[in-house]
């Protein structure tokens, strides 16, 4: 696995995005950010850890939240430079507390949000 992982393209600073997505429904919940030893330890335990850019350092979704991501797939696109994590999720996948981050629509009009808050 080493290799494979090695093969990925990841940027100037060591990050590669990762789409993830619902296993089930095909729902974009939300992108985030990984570099390898991320990857390695999502691909080892079966839960999403990432990279916080801003904090620069790991985060495993749902560490604190309990909005876990059970990892169902890890693809990765022709390029080798986008992951795309299917997952199953339990509650919201946004930190603001909706299923998806996408939550709003974009229009020339403006911002529409296309969901509800999930209950706490």
């Known amino acids: 696995m080493s290799s494979a992982l090695d093969d ?3 940027d ?3 990050l590669i995005p ?4 619902d296993h089930e429904n095909g729902q974009v919940l939300m992108m985030a950010w990984m570099n390898r030893e991320s990857l ?3 691909l ?3 839960r999403c850890t990432y990279w916080s850019r801003s904090r620069q350092k790991f985060w495993i979704k749902g560490e604190t939240s309990g909005h ?5 797939n890890v693809s990765v696109d022709c390029d080798q430079d ?3 994590i299917q997952v199953e999720q339990t509650g919201a996948a946004c930190h603001e507390n909706f299923r998806s981050c996408f939550y709003r629509d974009l229009s020339l009009e403006g911002l529409t949000e296309n969901s509800q808050r999930l209950e706490d």
């Open 18 to 21: 990762a789409i993830v997505q």
């Open 40 to 42: 390695e330890q999502t």
């Open 44 to 46: 080892r335990t079966g």
């Open 82 to 84: 986008v992951l795309l």
């Open 8 to 10: 990925l393209k990841y």
């Open 68 to 72: 876990v991501q059970h990892v169902k």
């Open 12 to 14: 100037a600073n060591g």
